[in-house]
């Protein structure tokens, strides 16, 4: 009988994890080596990674909003 143990590499430390359940993508855990959140990204073969959040890596400041200025572009 076929082993159903898969297992990835922590992206952190490189530690090996195993899932003794069938893993799907977006699944949250912690690597037990160095207690790094991480989240299935890929199934074949399978993959972890940072979890993604919405709000962390597209926020809209004011402050920001002269980076999008282009003063050489303005009427003149």
């Known amino acids: 009988m076929k082993d ?3 297992s990835a590499k922590c992206p952190l ?3 090996k994890i ?3 359940n069938k ?3 977006g699944q949250s855990m912690f690597c037990p080596a ?3 959140e991480l989240e299935v990204v890929g199934l074949r073969p399978l993959s972890l990674d940072w979890p993604y ?3 962390e890596h ?3 400041d004011d402050e920001e909003e002269d980076l999008f200025e282009y ?3 303005e009427d003149q």
């Open 13 to 15: 430390c490189g530690e």
């Open 4 to 6: 159903n143990i898969q």
């Open 58 to 60: 597209f926020t809209y």
């Open 18 to 20: 195993k899932f003794t």
């Open 53 to 55: 959040d919405d709000e």
């Open 34 to 36: 160095c207690d790094a």
């Open 71 to 73: 003063p050489e572009y």
């Open 23 to 25: 893993p799907h993508i």
